[in-house]
């Protein structure tokens, strides 16, 4: 009896210490975390993320900076509204702002002008030798990374960039080859084989409903990759819009393109199309989301338009759709011009700190942390060997090189909880981006960017460095801040309201575009 | 009182041990593959694959149900879906378009899930994985409409029923040869070849695994093929085999992708970097319609062609079984073999699987140097023959 008692009091004992020590951790573990700091970030919601807060790189965030990470979602068609009142309401509510990837809330200029008015923080201060943002401006041509990053030796965001080679290359024409079959046509190659092909497409009903809806070819002034123009006149001479269409002439001079015969020949020709109701201007001040809906209708009425991604016009989960356009490769001009433009990577704002900020130091921590490459691969892909795993050497990416990435569960375009769905700051490595496999659908939009970037490649301009070179930045920088009056007078020309047939109107426009000649 | 005590425990490990065999016995009986082969057995009666229900009779009873989900490698049946939709009004089809290996990976990963959320599959056979580790174990069935049995060529409507019959075969880039340039298939490995020839992985291309390794099978004739080439007999080291030796020196001139669109874009497109020769699957030569600039090699020693017939087959646990049996139905032309679902599958390329269409691709197989798939060989040494590849591809991907 007396060996029972002891037992029993030895179990009890034992238990009531078990019971202590659990409590111990317990508390020492909420007081932890009652002391962390809490970094409150301003996101946009998005539908493929089910949740910021329990997001698995919210948690992979949380682990390696010891931050404890909130997140406060600006209001849905309010996002200027909410953005101004928040770098203007009382100090410390919102940490830090992470803007969706590839459509910016702000504008430049209105970026710029809150940087002005000193309503965000320079991260200037933060920035050490040894911080991934640094390395960052090192890493990709430190001359235009920094002066794209930089206003007046300031950074007052950390970027978002798509290191991708489909970003390499501005745009990209799709066609409908449905209407092809229909119509027993041949894929374009010159800008007459396109004439002949639309004209068939206006002309022919290949959507077969009986009425004449068919819009040939779409065009959109909200950006140079859906001006389809700007793919004709490729066939013509370079016309390179993002870097203030400059060429190198026969002497090794850069040059104004827009004052060429060659340039007006093309826009001519891009006259004559609209004149014939081949090149529709209904869409020219269409939004590009409204450009899309059109392009995704049921109703099958748009025979081609340009963009940079497949995905920029039609969504990634209509595969029939998808299936409907094939990419042509740049049309070849009567004197064997075949021109593709090259773009230099371009960062937009991924995040940014409002000067009001409680925590300015601990959210450039984790935004800074976000430029590292370990946290570009959860941002992008997601849980190491859960939704992708590296790749063993004889797998091919999407670009049929060497892959570095294989993709497990593929996590892109759809609902998940393992990333923010590209927004934020994140700048993946382009051999990562590059290098990723393709999961076998057909439909994928990142492989048919992929196959169709590759037909444009081969095409981009030889001399296009010069550009880049410090010698010349000046001056391209100012040919591409006078660009304004040269796209108007472009876009005047095809659509009618100039007469490109007349020499008087031509001269004008020369007038207009280069006034020290 | 320690007795008392041991005896206690000893009681209680029994209990506990007893409890665990039971549990553990219940799992056996209850687990889950068990369960799937119930339910498959409960299944293959409800949908009765073996019926003689008419076009009509399937269509009525297809209004009931759900949605159709396809898997399919081929990018034509979304035209199919489109006829079939406006045929049979009020039914709706989903077009999963996906590779075939991955398909494979796919319903093995539903089937274990339990999740039936494919009801019909249209792929090629090329490694034999789509018979022995699908058609074999009951997670696909074959169904052959009763009525257009009697109208499919031997060898067609067996264990799978063949929709289209299509090829793995070389074309060559017509944009930089007037006529055929090779005539043996050893002159791919000579050094202006070097970077100009371009195929799909296969490794992740079905029906390219297929072609690579039917070459690896007919190792006697490349061998006597190296002969009639260079006038002397191909020295083979110990352990290796002619068919090994000719990817081995081959591979070294190709371009590895990820498709046969790829192959197409590659040998025929303006911008697609000019290669001249591509290895790719027939069906593509619709594409020529559209101004693709490429052509077939028909005539090549010791072989030009591999065979690799298309399949449909039903998924086990399909809940749209009717609508499935109705859409294989007007995929073979329905009974008279005029019915528009085989329209896209009839270009050239393509072979007839029926005795009562002809062949879409004007040359007939009896006049190509086409060996047909060999399954079992396939599938019986698909290790061996990953892992060669594998060695390969490692040296030889683009970097």
């Known amino acids: ?517 | 009182m320690n007795k008392e005590w041991n005896m206690i425990s000893r009681k209680g490990i029994m209990i506990l041990c007893m409890m665990l065999m039971i549990g553990l016995t219940g799992c056996a009986d209850n687990g889950p593959d068990s369960r799937r082969v119930k339910e498959m057995e409960q299944w293959v009666q409800t949908a009765n694959l073996s019926g003689t229900e008419s076009a009509e009779e399937l269509y009525q009873a297809a209004l009931e149900e759900d949605t159709l989900v396809i898997y399919s490698v081929s990018s034509r049946v979304f035209d199919v879906k489109d006829t079939f939709e406006k045929e049979y009004p009020g039914l709706t089809v989903e077009v999963k378009d996906i590779r075939g290996d991955d398909i494979v990976n796919k319903l093995l990963d539903n089937y274990e899930k339990g999740e039936f959320c494919c009801d019909l599959v249209i792929c090629s056979d090329c490694d034999g994985r789509l018979n022995k580790e699908l058609l074999e174990p009951g997670i696909l069935y074959p169904y052959i409409p009763w009525d257009i049995a009697p109208q499919m060529k031997e060898g067609h409507a067996d264990r799978e029923l063949v929709f289209v019959g299509e090829a793995l075969m070389f074309f060559y880039n017509e944009g930089v040869f007037d006529k055929q340039p090779i005539s043996n298939i050893w002159e791919l490995t000579e050094e202006q070849y070097k970077n100009r020839i371009i195929m799909a992985n296969p490794l992740s291309s079905f029906s390219t695994y297929g072609f690579c390794t039917a070459v690896l099978s007919e190792s006697d004739k490349i061998a006597e093929a190296y002969e009639e080439y260079s006038g002397d007999a191909l020295v083979i080291p110990e352990g290796k085999t002619a068919g090994e030796i000719f990817w081995e020196q081959a591979v070294k001139n190709i371009v590895f992708t990820n498709s046969s669109d790829e192959v197409m874009e590659g040998i025929g497109s303006a911008g697609g970097g000019g290669y001249w020769i591509g290895i790719m699957i027939s069906s593509k030569m619709r594409y020529q319609e559209l101004g693709y600039h490429f052509a077939p090699i028909y005539r090549l020693n010791p072989l030009s062609t591999v065979y690799t017939p298309n399949t449909v087959t039903i998924a086990g646990g399909s809940k749209n079984v009717n609508a499935a049996k109705l859409f294989v139905r007007y995929l073979l032309g329905e009974t008279d073999g005029t019915g528009e679902g085989i329209v896209p599958f009839r270009t050239e390329g393509t072979w007839s699987v029926r005795m009562d269409i002809p062949d879409a691709n004007s040359v007939p197989l009896s006049e190509i140097d086409c060996i047909p798939i060999n399954e079992e060989y396939l599938y019986e040494n698909m290790d061996t023959m990953s892992e060669f590849w594998k060695e390969l591809l490692k040296e030889n991907v683009t970097p």
């Open chain 1, 1 to 517: 009896m007396k060996q029972l008692l002891k037992n029993k009091f030895i179990s009890v004992l034992l238990i009531c210490a078990v019971v202590a020590i659990i409590s111990y951790l317990y508390i020492n573990r909420q007081q932890q975390e009652d002391k962390r700091t809490i970094v409150t970030i301003a996101v946009r919601q998005d539908d493929n993320v089910q949740n910021f807060d329990t997001n698995y790189y919210t948690k992979w965030l949380e682990d390696q900076t010891g931050y404890d990470i909130r997140f406060e979602y600006i209001s849905e068609g309010y996002e200027k509204e909410y953005l101004y009142a928040m770098l203007n309401s009382e100090r410390g509510r919102i940490d830090a702002v992470f803007l969706p990837e590839e459509e910016s809330l702000l504008t430049e200029e209105e970026f710029s002008n809150y940087a002005g008015e000193g309503l965000l923080y320079d991260m200037k201060e933060c920035m050490t030798e040894d911080c991934h943002f640094t390395a960052l401006l090192e890493q990709y041509d430190s001359i235009s990374m920094r002066e794209k990053l930089s206003e007046d030796g300031s950074f007052y965001y950390i970027p978002n960039m798509d290191t991708t080679r489909k970003n390499r290359n501005m745009q990209v024409m799709w066609i409908n080859m449905g209407w092809l079959k229909e119509l027993g046509l041949k894929l374009p190659e010159t800008p007459e084989e396109l004439c002949t092909v639309l004209l068939a497409f206006r002309g022919s009903d290949p959507n077969g409903n009986g009425l004449s809806d068919e819009l040939p070819l779409i065009s959109c002034e909200s950006s140079y990759e859906l001006q389809s123009y700007n793919f004709i006149l490729n066939a013509y001479i370079y016309n390179d819009p993002l870097h203030g269409r400059l060429y190198v002439d026969e002497n090794g001079n850069l040059t104004s393109a827009v004052t060429e015969p060659a340039f007006r020949e093309g826009l001519r020709v891009c006259a004559n199309m609209y004149a014939q109701g081949l090149l529709t201007e209904e869409c020219n001040h269409y939004s590009k989301r409204q450009l899309m809906e059109l392009v995704n209708s049921p109703l099958d009425c748009v025979g081609a338009f340009t963009s940079q991604s497949i995905a920029d016009m039609i969504y990634p989960n209509c595969p029939d759709i998808l299936a409907r356009f094939i990419q042509i490769p740049p049309l070849t001009g009567a004197t064997g011009e075949q021109n593709a433009v090259y773009c230099d990577y371009e960062p937009s704002v991924g995040g940014y700190i409002p000067a009001n900020s409680a925590h300015p130091r601990e959210a450039f921590e984790i935004m800074d942390l976000m430029l590292s490459e370990e946290a570009a691969l959860v941002a992008s892909f997601g849980e190491e060997n859960e939704d992708w795993k590296f790749s063993e050497s004889g797998d091919l990416s999407t670009y049929s090189s060497q892959a570095m990435i294989t993709t497990l569960q593929y996590i892109t375009d759809t609902v998940q909880n393992k990333h923010y769905a590209g927004a934020g700051p994140l700048v993946l490595s382009a051999e990562h981006a590059n290098g990723v496999t393709w999961n076998g659908n057909n439909s994928l939009v990142e492989y048919l960017d992929a196959r169709a970037v590759r037909s444009y490649e081969g095409c981009y301009y030889e001399d296009r460095e010069l550009f880049t070179s410090e010698e010349r930045l000046t001056y391209v920088q100012e040919a591409i801040d006078a660009s304004e009056q040269t796209d108007k007078g472009i876009s005047q020309f095809i659509f009618g309201e100039r007469d490109i047939t007349s020499d008087e109107e031509w001269a004008d426009f020369q007038n207009e575009v280069n006034p020290s000649e």
